[in-house]
Each structure stands twice: as C-alpha cells, then as structure tokens.
C-alpha cells in the first residue's frame, strides 16, 4: 500500500520515500558545509603557530580564541547528522532521522555564519586596524544575513505571489491502494 503524502508537489512519492529524498538532500548540502567549516578550523589552528601571533592584543587573542571555538563548534554541529546516521542505521527512523538532522545543520550553519563574521572581523582587524575589524564585521554579517537568510524569504515570497502554494498546503491524498 502506498501512502502518499503532499502529492501537490508532483511528485507522487510514499512518506518513506519523500524522507529518503530530504535525506539525500541534507546530505548533498551538508558536504558543502563540512568542507568549508573544517577548512575554516584547520586555518585557525594554524594561527598561532606563525611569528606574528605574539603580537596580537588582549582583545585579538580573545576573539581569537572565541573564533576557534565557534568554528569547533559549528563543524560538530554539521557532522553530527553523520553520526547520526550511522547510529540510527537500520532502526526504522529515517523521519526523526531527517528532522533532527536538519536542526543540527541549521544550528551549524547559524554557528558557521558567526565563525566566519568572526574571522573577517579578526582579520581586518589585525591587518588594518580595529575600526576596519568593525566594519569587516557588519559588511560580512549583512552580506551572509542578506544571502542565506532575506533571499530565501523573498524567493518563497515570490513564489507564494505567483500561486504556488505553501509546503503542506492544498488537498492530503489519502492512501492509494496499489493498482493490480
């Protein structure tokens, strides 16, 4: 028997199957960010093992060492779906699966975006002054703000005005048996 869900989609897929494609999806995003916060971390460990580093004030070194730890943070957060997969492998819970897995790539992304706010504002400061620093950091907070959070807004925005309807919404087809 196969049930269908949301089938306003087109797609004409069973509940398993639908989270099979949202799984495959994830895991297609999550390798974009998994290289980009682990090359950002392994570019801050680096960093204290150049000559330079000793002459980084209080605050350099504070920001510094929060950056490392955001960066820690935000590649565990992105790997962690990973380690779920592999621990829930053959449980029968691919939609839990799915839905924890999605929390912890959009708490890493949001903790990925500080990361790398940080790192620009570290290191603007360092190279050209506390001010530029500052504004390094407003700059990249607005132009990651405007690219991953206001542009996905205004494309379903647009798309809601041209008719297409929310995820969920429209008429739930119910189970259709299968045709003999």
């Known amino acids: 028997m196969r049930q269908q869900v949301d089938a306003d989609d087109g797609r004409h897929e069973t509940l398993t199957e639908k989270m099979d494609r949202n799984w495959t999806e994830l895991v ?10 682990q090359i ?5 460990l680096t960093v204290p093992f150049q000559q ?9 070194r504070t920001l ?3 950056l490392v730890a955001l960066a820690v943070l935000a590649t565990a957060l992105i790997v962690t779906p990973v380690s779920l997969h592999r621990l829930l492998f053959r449980h029968r819970l691919k939609r839990e699966l799915v839905a924890a897995a999605d929390g912890f790539a959009r708490a890493g992304l949001v903790t990925l975006a500080l990361a790398m706010v940080g790192v620009a504002a570290l290191l603007f400061d360092v190279v050209v002054s506390r001010a530029a620093g500052l504004v390094a950091l407003g700059v990249v907070a607005l132009v990651i703000v405007a690219c991953w959070w206001v542009t996905p807004h205004l494309v379903e925005r647009r798309a809601r005005a041209a008719g297409v309807p929310p995820p969920g919404a429209g ?10």
Request: neutral net charge; charged residues 15%; proline residues 11%.
């Open 171 to 180: 008429p739930h087809r119910p189970e259709v048996p299968p045709t003999a």
């Open 64 to 66: 510094y060492l929060v």
């Open 40 to 44: 950002l971390v392994g570019f801050l």
């Open 52 to 60: 330079r580093f000793t002459t980084l004030d209080a605050y350099q």
């Open 28 to 37: 297609q995003e999550l390798r974009v960010t998994q290289t980009g916060s």
